[in-house]
């Protein structure tokens, strides 16, 4: 009974995807789990971003978009059993949104040619698409976020920072672990002296960490954080009266759940960003007619607007336009994952693009090429408003150190592509 | 009628001691061992290893593992996870060769294991440190034990993610199992073939279940249920109970270390310690041997598959059968879990092999009860 039925869904699928001619997209989601806060809202924004090309234009270049959602739970067996039992149904690429995910399928995906966007986490050192063929990490990754987060820290401080104390607190993972080498390497570079303080999963003790914080009192705090950790550092943060405009989260410890349970303690906390928050854009017009008021937004459709959401929705569109620039390389409205790959290798993002999507000023302007996976780098620094609820972008997109990070990608990819019998190349 | 002992006779004290004297039941036994060796092997394909076979098989090894030590021994251990981790990392090191260093001087290197013998070095790093951390199980007992054996949990997590040696200094502190090979064939890695995986997790299962079986039956097993039945009598009939509890560790922890490297190994290919070996992996290889049944091998696979297949299962039904969300399916699934977990354990307290014996017990007497 149990081997039959499964068979027989299996079977469905398979049979069901060639049959409709429809672009597959997966969203390895995680709408449970002790993560879920935050995997809620970028879900939802994911499968918005394709509803919302279904119902307005009928889907990408004329193709209905089938979105299979697949809950991982953060887990990474459960990511496993979810790549395995979706790769079948022709899904074009794969948004892991794990580290620990990422890394188990960047071998697999790589064998099986599907492509595996892991934006704004994953392996750092797949910018290199020399070495790692099927993987992007545009627009921006964890090393870009550290530097340009120690060059905020240079533009407050009129560009000198040698002496200064800057403590990283981190979540005690491969995730937490990514910006290490980078701030060491920016440290030799900046004289600025670095503290490590690891806090371990799921991190709803800090205690200790905080305690060292303001014994040592650093001049800046660094967090790469996640979850509940987050709001956790925050908390602590408030209850030691650290100053909140010294304390910087990477993307993912930038979110309003990280910060509204801190109240207005948290007024001023900066974190990193590669894409704007708010939902001030033309495309939020035709979101609201096309999905929200049909009744079709995805989740409880309470989570619009937030950061995490408009990151979701940002993956989306990223992935829908190189879907486009597939199409139009390849000359063919259905897409195979080679070809998908093809059109992310091409995908090149402009204002001018993004203007025309309703998402003027949204997000970089990059270009991604063989040799370049990871796009040009370009982050910005937000700032959270308690009195407007909002999180306000108080700089540009700048770019990232590429002296620094250039030679950390060659070497860290080199080591991969050695140990997994890669040979660089473009072809 | 046709599972009965009347009928199959026995000539020497060998074909009386065998694990299947029933016929049926020795058929059965066969017909299993065919179906997985020969059949199986040519009709599989990446689901169903990945998401069915595979973790379906390496849970079984390490709850062989945990029930040697709890339910035959008695030893409560928490630290399932920790020595799984050891047995992944032992493995690791094995495969990519061991480097040691003495004052910052690369003072020389093991020539790389093949991927067969590493997950043995995995299996017997692991009794090696089960045996360490059991020693404590002399002088304490019941929750005390457990207590011990959770600080193992925790240790050994915080020792894979501290020092950077066991992840060969790689920047993100995973491991990733590069491709090896047996004689041609990957067994690791991405290119790995479904059948080769499957194979070489069977044959580990095979192994270790044959070995579990015939240990539990002989001078051992016998020691180390006196041991769990009553220490002090155990003592007084004359068991050490020193070497009785420590070769109870050692032997658990072997399994549980096997369990480990083919779950690092074969099953993910990369792992971080925190996520993969945490105390959750503890207690779910806990669940399975106490819902399959406690001193039972064949409890340790029925309790594996319960906890194994049934998610995938209600997975597989409620979201790709019914079409229902994945959220309202992911939570249905802890709920059904849970309450199949809590009716099991009043209906049967013994577990899954209570029913399994039972059934025996009724096919003995079939069709004519009276």
Same mark, same amino acid.
């Given at each position: ?135 992007? *990490? ?33 979540? *005690? ?93 948290? *007024? ?77 290798? *091409? ?81 | ?370």
């Amino acid at each position: 009974m149990k081997l039959k039925l499964i068979t027989a869904v299996t079977a469905a699928i398979v049979a069901a995807a060639p049959a409709m001619a429809e672009l597959t997209f997966t969203a390895l989601s995680y709408r449970t789990g002790p993560y879920a806060a935050n995997g809620i809202p970028f879900a939802d924004g994911y499968q918005d971003y394709f509803t919302l090309l279904n119902e307005r234009d009928g889907g990408i270049g004329g193709e209905p978009v089938n979105l299979i959602e697949c809950e991982t739970g953060y887990n990474t067996e459960k990511g496993v059993e979810c790549y395995e039992s979706t790769k079948g149904s022709g899904a074009l690429v794969y948004q892991p949104l794990s580290t620990g995910i990422t890394y188990q399928l960047i071998p697999k995906a790589t064998a099986d040619g599907i492509p595996v966007h892991s934006m704004g986490y994953g392996r750092t050192s797949a910018k290199n698409g020399e070495v790692f063929r099927n993987i992007f *990490n545009y627009p921006a990754n964890y090393w870009d976020g550290a530097s340009v987060g120690i060059k905020h820290l240079l533009d407050i401080n009129g560009g000198d920072i040698s002496g200064k104390k800057v403590a990283l607190v981190y979540h *005690n993972s491969a995730y937490g672990k990514e910006p290490i080498r980078t701030l060491e390497e920016l440290a030799k570079k900046h004289g600025y002296e670095l503290t490590l303080l690891p806090v371990d999963h799921p991190g709803q003790e800090q205690k200790s960490q905080w305690l060292q914080i303001r014994r040592d009192k650093p001049d800046y705090v660094l967090m790469w954080g996640w979850g509940v950790m987050n709001q956790v550092a925050i908390q602590e943060a408030v209850n030691i009266r650290y100053p909140m405009e010294n304390f910087i989260g990477i993307w993912w410890s930038g979110s309003e759940n990280d910060v509204l349970p801190a109240g207005d303690g948290a *007024n001023g906390y900066k974190a990193l960003t590669f894409h704007a928050t708010g939902a001030n854009y033309p495309l939020f017009d035709d979101i609201k007619t096309h999905v929200v008021d049909k009744g079709k937004a995805a989740g409880a459709g309470d989570q619009i607007g937030t950061a995490l959401y408009n990151r979701g929705l940002y993956a989306a569109m990223l992935a829908a336009e190189a879907a486009k620039t597939a199409q139009g390389i390849h000359n063919t409205t259905a897409l195979t994952p080679a070809q998908m790959r093809d059109g992310m290798e *091409n995908l090149e993002i402009t204002e001018a693009k993004m203007t025309e999507l309703g998402l003027p000023g949204f997000g970089p302007s990059f270009k991604v090429s063989c040799q370049n996976h990871g796009g040009d780098g370009l982050v910005a620094v937000v700032q959270w408003d308690y009195a407007s609820k909002s999180w306000n972008m108080i700089s540009d997109f700048q770019q990232s150190d590429q002296d620094i990070l250039n030679p950390l990608i060659a070497e860290d990819s080199a080591a991969y592509a050695a140990e997994a019998n890669i040979t660089p190349g473009c072809n | 009628m046709f599972y009965r002992e009347a009928g199959d006779f026995k000539t020497s004290y060998v074909d009386d001691n065998q694990t299947f004297p029933i016929k049926f039941d020795r058929y059965r036994y066969y017909a299993v061992l065919f179906v997985a060796f020969a059949i199986i092997p040519f009709v599989i394909n990446d689901y169903w290893v990945n998401a069915v076979f595979m973790p379906f098989l390496i849970y079984s090894i390490a709850a062989i593992g945990l029930n040697i030590l709890i339910g035959y021994c008695g030893q409560v251990s928490l630290g399932t996870g920790g020595f799984m981790a050891v047995g992944a990392y032992a493995c690791y090191k094995f495969m990519t060769g061991i480097d040691i260093w003495w004052g910052g001087e690369l003072l020389f290197r093991l020539p790389e294991f093949n991927i067969f013998f590493s997950v043995l070095m995995g299996g017997l790093t692991t009794a090696l440190v089960g045996v360490l951390f059991g020693l404590p199980s002399l002088r304490i007992k019941g929750f005390y034990l457990a207590v011990a054996t959770l600080a193992a949990q925790f240790f050994l997590v915080w020792v894979f993610n501290r020092v950077s040696w066991f992840y060969n200094y790689s920047a993100s502190g995973q491991i990733s199992a590069p491709e090896h090979h047996i004689a041609g064939v990957a067994i690791t890695g991405p290119n790995a073939d479904a059948w080769a995986m499957y194979l070489f997790c069977l044959v580990f299962v095979a192994a270790s279940a044959i070995v579990a079986r015939n240990l539990t039956r002989g001078s051992f097993g016998r020691k180390w249920m006196a041991i769990r039945d009553m220490d002090i009598a155990a003592e007084i009939i004359g068991v050490d109970p020193l070497r009785a509890k420590l070769s109870a560790f050692a032997v658990s922890s072997f399994f549980v270390g096997i369990s480990g490297a083919l779950f690092f190994a074969v099953y993910l290919g990369a792992v971080e310690v925190g996520e993969a070996f945490g105390i959750q992996k503890s207690f779910l290889v806990l669940f399975m041997v106490i819902i399959g049944g406690l001193g039972s091998i064949f409890g340790s696979f029925a309790g594996a598959a319960f906890l194994v297949l049934l998610p995938v299962f209600l997975k597989n039904t409620l979201v790709g059968a019914l079409g229902w969300p994945t959220d309202l399916a992911a939570h249905l699934e802890f709920m059904i879990v849970g309450a199949l977990i809590i009716i099991f354990l009043i209906a049967e307290p013994h577990g899954l092999a209570q029913l399994w014996r039972v059934t025996k017990e009724k096919l003995r007497l079939w069709p004519f009860p009276h």
